[in-house]
T-cell receptor, first 114, second 115 residues
Framework: AQSVTQLDSQVPVFEEAPVELRCNYS??????LFWYVQYPNQGLQLLLK??????LVKGINGFEAEFNKSQTSFHLRKPSVHISDTAEYFC????????????FGGGTRLMVKP | ETGVTQTPRHLVMGMTNKKSLKCEQH?????MYWYKQSAKKPLELMFV???????ENNSVPSRFSPECPNSSHLFLHLHTLQPEDSALYLC??????????????FGEGSRLTVL
């Protein structure tokens, strides 16, 4: 079984500041890793994913994440946030032989202040 | 118009009512999912259908009954619910439930309140 821990339930940050949202996972098998974003009153949308290859992956809206196998982490970063980035961010994993059977973390609410 | 449409967006029901949530996907996908999103809890996978066949039932109480008449439509029938069932119910679709690369396409959800 897999589990995902998002260490921060809320992250307040000022506009144009950098941000890092933390995600750690546990799994006995190789996994795929994902970040999804949920804007207010909307469903989830894929931000980026790591399947294999380069450990630094780039996603939409200027976000990127780095897979660190030794630390079992997949932290999400953005160098300069905008008000419009205010949303809930979810980290998720799935065994790489189970495709779309995702296990989600509890979510991190990013609050960007002017 | 989004690729995955859920109706109704909001639903209030009593514990003795019977209601249904509907999901329709216009993406040509073969797999559909129901997730439950409660406050302060991770998203919980409830059911998975692949090519109309149920492939996953994540120990969901029988008061929730899914139905998948074809690859484009998914229903969640609700009966004798409890107040703790109040949550946002999200439908998602993907190319397949296994062997895929994890990209799920979500609807905007149905906000259920059980009185």
């Amino acid at each position: 079984a897999q589990s995902v821990t998002q260490l921060d339930s809320q992250v307040p940050v000022f506009e144009e500041a950098p941000v890092e949202l933390r995600c750690n996972y546990s799994s006995s098998v190789s996994v795929y890793l994902f970040w999804y974003v949920q804007y207010p009153n909307q469903g989830l949308q894929l931000l980026l994913k790591y399947l294999s290859g380069s450990t630094l992956v780039k996603g939409i809206n200027g976000f990127e994440a780095e897979f660190n196998k030794s630390q079992t982490s997949f932290h999400l970063r953005k160098p300069s946030v905008h008000i419009s980035d205010t949303a809930e961010y979810f980290c998720a994993v799935t065994p790489n032989n189970a495709g779309n059977m995702l296990t989600f973390g509890g979510g991190t609410r990013l609050m960007v202040k002017p | 118009e989004t690729g995955v449409t859920q109706t109704p967006r909001h639903l209030v029901m009593g514990m003795t009512n019977k209601k249904s949530l509907k999901c329709e996907q216009h993406l040509g996908h073969n797999a559909m999912y129901w997730y439950k999103q409660s406050a302060k809890k991770p998203l919980e996978l409830m059911f998975v259908y692949n090519f109309k066949e149920q492939t996953e039932n994540n120990s969901v109480p029988s008061r929730f009954s899914p139905e998948c008449p074809n690859s484009s439509h998914l229903f969640l029938h609700l009966h004798t619910l409890q107040p703790e069932d109040s949550a946002l119910y999200l439908c998602a679709s993907s190319q397949a439930d296994r062997g895929g690369t994890g990209e799920l396409f979500f609807g905007e959800g149905s906000r259920l309140t059980v009185l």
